[in-house]
T-cell receptor
Framework: DAKTTQPPSMDCAEGRAANLPCNHSTISGNEYVYWYRQIHSQGPQYIIHGLKNNETNEMASLIITEDRKSSTLILPHATLRDTAVYYCIGFWGGSNYKLTFGKGTLLTVNP | NAGVTQTPKFQVLKTGQSMTLQCAQDMNHEYMSWYRQDPGMGLRLIHYSVGAGITDQGEVPNGYNVSRSTTEDFPLRLLSAAPSQTSVYFC??????????FGSGTQLSVL
């Protein structure tokens, strides 16, 4: 699975959009980009995933660059409850089932 | 909606003791896995299973055993607890290995 690189921490003002970057320059053509988040001491929660096209659901939007070497998770109107560690993961279930979590980005939403 | 249920939530062991962490899911998921998370670290995969009767090792399997006799249950056994196994343990399940549903975790301390 692709190695991903994320900034260790970011801040965002409440009500503003939070844009979390992820570099995955070694991602292969059949690997999806997955995003999870972990609110303090809870189990991680799936947010969104995508392959090539931009994706949106009720939680967030995922923008993947055309060359697929990087992506951005967008929380359109961040709230205090969005404070969490966000993990970006490259994964292809056909290779194995070893979904690997790095250290992620700690997003702190400030009032 | 029970989802993924882990028991116990907290456990204190003495070095050398054995115990089993329980994990059950009611979503008929084929894939189940165990992760451990140490302070300030990401999640590391211990063992995983792609179906009843099938298990495989993850990144940090030493000191742990698993079995998968039913689709619903995936217990994690510590054979002889060591202080290095002090951690928070998360169980996860999914339909096909990537969109994981996590339990609420078991906080284990080994003295």
């Amino acid at each position: 699975d692709a190695k991903t690189t994320q900034p260790p921490s970011m801040d965002c003002a409440e009500g503003r959009a939070a844009n979390l970057p992820c570099n995955h320059s070694t991602i292969s053509g059949n690997e999806y980009v997955y995003w999870y988040r972990q609110i303090h001491s809870q189990g991680p929660q799936y947010i969104i995933h995508g392959l090539k096209n931009n994706e949106t659901n009720e939680m967030a939007s995922l923008i993947i660059t055309e060359d697929r070497k990087s992506s951005t998770l967008i929380l359109p109107h961040a709230t205090l409850r969005d404070t969490a560690v966000y993990y970006c993961i490259g994964f292809w279930g056909g290779s194995n089932y070893k979904l690997t979590f790095g250290k992620g980005t700690l997003l702190t939403v400030n009032p | 909606n029970a989802g993924v249920t882990q028991t116990p939530k907290f456990q204190v062991l003495k070095t050398g003791q054995s115990m089993t962490l329980q994990c059950a899911q009611d979503m008929n998921h084929e894939y189940m896995s165990w992760y451990r998370q140490d302070p300030g670290m990401g999640l590391r995969l211990i063992h995983y299973s792609v179906g009843a009767g099938i298990t495989d090792q993850g990144e940090v399997p030493n000191g742990y055993n698993v079995s998968r006799s039913t689709t619903e249950d995936f217990p994690l056994r510590l054979l002889s607890a060591a202080p290095s196994q002090t951690s928070v343990y998360f169980c996860a399940s999914s339909y096909s290995g990537e969109k994981l549903f996590f339990g609420s975790g078991t906080q284990l301390s080994v003295l």
